[in-house]
């Protein structure tokens, strides 16, 4: 099992420009989830999903949108790139039994200038 | 709403000393609780969880955690802090919609 991966690890975009942070899971969970990491504010969740086909909005969802058409993938986007939205982004994973643990990639730091 | 609350953002222990985290939640039902551990660079990996029965749970690398329902408290432990335990911890809290919630770490560092 590859576990949870993510691509890109690091990643420059200019004001504006778009880009899709990718997410992949081998282990067949349904519960996915996009979290940002910033100094002193912990892990913020930004969507989430329970499911292939159901996305919801975490508590910082504005800027992003996601997708899940399979139960491996779950990308984000950002639409227009601002220099606020530099972070260190962690998918995570899960099965649906919320007693069960989440598994986390090694995350994509993104700095957008 | 669910919260998570970690009083200490930084916290300095000698290697051999005991070490005590303390986590706070705000949730009606009774939670799914869970600690986490970021090495510098890594994504997080689990300690340990509580979800229901014995209210001392034990986890990976050493580390227990009591919860306390009184106090909505969950609060990490550890007998004999070694140096590589210097990183970050995270409390998590699982409640409404499955949403899980984050406090904003205690970051430990061990000195020799």
């Known amino acids: 099992n590859a576990g949870v991966t993510q691509t890109p690890k690091f990643q420059v975009l200019k004001t504006g420009q778009s880009m899709t942070l990718q997410c992949a899971q081998d282990?067949?969970?349904?519960?996915m989830s996009w979290y940002r990491q910033d100094p002193g504010m912990g892990l913020r969740l930004i969507h989430y999903s329970v499911g292939a086909g159901i996305t919801d909005q975490g508590e910082v969802p504005n800027g992003y949108n996601v997708s899940r058409s399979t139960t491996e993938d779950f990308p984000l986007r950002l639409l227009s790139a601002a220099p606020s939205q530099t972070s260190v982004y962690f998918c995570a994973s899960r099965a649906r039994v919320p007693s069960r643990e989440q598994y986390f990639g090694p995350g994509t730091r993104l700095t957008v200038t | 709403a669910q919260s998570v609350t970690q009083p200490d953002i930084h916290i300095t222990v000698s290697e051999g000393a005991s070490l005590e985290l303390r986590c706070n939640y705000s949730y009606g039902a009774t939670p799914y609780l869970f600690w986490y551990v970021q090495s510098p660079g890594q994504g997080l990996q689990l300690l340990l969880k509580y979800f229901s029965g014995d209210t001392l749970v034990q986890g990976i690398k050493g580390f227990e955690a009591e919860f306390k329902r009184s106090q909505s408290s969950f609060n990490l432990r550890k007998p004999s802090v070694h140096w590589s335990d210097a990183a970050e911890y995270f409390c998590a809290v699982v409640g409404g919609y499955q949403k899980v919630t984050f406090g904003t770490g205690t970051k430990l560092q061990v000195i020799p």
């Open positions: 282990m067949n969970h349904e519960y």
